[in-house]
């Protein structure tokens, strides 16, 4: 029996070679389904002893493999092998993006593929991607025209609950972007211990800022929608693995640089984590710099050091913002006082809300729970703030988008 055969296709427009390397044809029928009838559809069996090295295949062939989660295992190792020994080839990963079935495509992306198809999408989109990987990519362009804004939370000592904020910040945003906004928003998990969001918002995250940084060349669209863990409400998750301790010493600007161009906005939370162990390029390029703090003298001495701490740069810039958390929980100076007393700009003052630990405890959002809670309104200085595309110019006014959007939150009854 040869080793490859072909499906013979009606000749229409250039034509594109592609062989499937697998050790079955079950990708086959799915994919000439999709394919313009003049490209040449063949399939090399990946079981026969001696598959890898028995591959011909001119420069102009495109190799996929089947990255489905079960298979996925297999075709990364007949990458590796065609990596050492045909270095020059191209190859694209099949599979599909359905929830079972991501594994595959974090698989793929750790493989070194950069290009994906997902045979669940149209076929407009499965020949973009095939088309594109058979162009050699250009060099990477130094700038991206479009930068998202970038807001970092920092704590000013563990404790603080900005991760807590983060979570219903983002989350609030993403309900409420500007009609016609489709990009979503970003929510970069850098804070310690590592892990916290996904908990929070309750999502099962498997591509992580680690993996992120070694392959921030291949972050696109693509990757960004099949890889990276998604809330229901869309918000995009990218944190560190549970565990995982001092951040990865590599200089995140590449990825910055991508996920900006990707995303309408980038709230970062780096609650918990030593200002030592900040990137300084992640200081950088912030938009702004939120200081989370309460009003307990220890935390206030930790605000004080932190700003003696910072970059000579930093120090009275206007890109430093602070809230007070937990307001009215201690009996020490008012919000307005330490924002005097430390010459910030104060950016809004959230109440200390029993609730919402309660709410915690439960694995819910607040924002769930009680959307008109005292906690969730005091987010709302912090919208526009965060994400300029939910107040556009010829929008109504922020408090009453703001209102609409709490009105039509569902309600839970316990």
């Known amino acids: 029996m040869p080793l490859a055969t072909a499906f013979s296709l009606p000749t229409l427009g250039p034509p594109m070679n592609l062989v499937v390397l697998a050790s079955d044809r079950d990708l086959l029928p799915r994919l000439a389904a999709k394919l313009p009838p003049n490209w040449t559809l063949g399939h090399h069996d990946a079981g026969f002893p001696g598959a890898v090295q028995q591959l011909r295949v001119g ?5 996929l493999l089947d990255f489905h989660a079960a298979r996925a295992a297999a075709s990364a190792e007949l990458v590796r092998q065609l990596r050492q ?3 020059d080839l191209s190859m694209v990963a099949v599979g599909a993006t359905s929830l079972g079935q991501i594994e595959g495509v974090v698989s793929a992306l750790r493989a070194g593929l950069r290009d994906f198809v997902d045979l669940d999408a149209d076929a407009e989109e499965i020949l973009a991607v095939l088309t594109r990987a058979a162009i050699a990519p250009a060099p990477p362009t130094p700038e991206v025209a479009r930068k998202a804004p970038l807001t970092l939370l920092l704590g000013v000592r563990a404790g603080m609950g900005s991760s807590t904020l983060a979570a219903h910040l983002s989350v609030l945003a993403q309900q409420m972007r500007a009609a016609g906004n489709h990009q979503d928003v970003l929510l970069l998990d850098m804070s310690q211990p590592a892990g916290d969001l ?14 992120a940084l070694r392959s921030a060349a291949r972050i696109d669209a693509t990757l960004a929608r099949t890889a990276m863990a998604r809330h229901p409400g869309g918000l995009v998750l990218l944190d560190r693995a549970a565990g995982s301790e001092a951040l990865p010493p590599s200089d995140p600007g590449l990825l910055l640089q991508r996920l900006r161009s990707l995303f309408c906005s980038v709230l970062c939370d780096l609650g918990g984590t030593p200002l030592r162990q900040v990137p300084g390029t992640l200081l950088d390029n912030a938009d702004e710099i939120w200081l989370v703090t309460d009003s307990a003298i220890a935390s206030l001495v930790s605000l004080d050091q932190l700003l003696h701490q910072l970059p000579a740069g930093l120090r009275g810039s206007d890109r430093l913002k602070l809230i007070v958390n937990r307001d009215g ?19 809004a003052t959230l109440p200390d809300r029993p609730r919402l630990r309660a709410s915690a405890s439960q694995g819910h959002l607040l924002l769930d729970d009680a959307p008109r809670d005292p906690y969730v309104r005091a987010l709302a200085p912090l919208l526009a703030r965060f994400d300029p595309t939910t107040s556009p110019p010829e929008a109504q006014g922020l408090r009453d988008r703001f209102a609409h959007a709490l009105s039509n939150l569902p309600w839970k009854t316990k």
């Open 85 to 87: 020994i045909r270095p």
């Open 198 to 211: 996904a908990l929070y918002l309750n999502i099962d995250s498997r591509f992580h800022y680690d993996e």
């Open 329 to 347: 929980e201690h009996n020490g100076l008012t919000a307005a006082q330490i924002a005097t007393r430390f010459a910030l700009p104060l950016l």
């Open 59 to 63: 420069a102009q062939t495109l190799v």
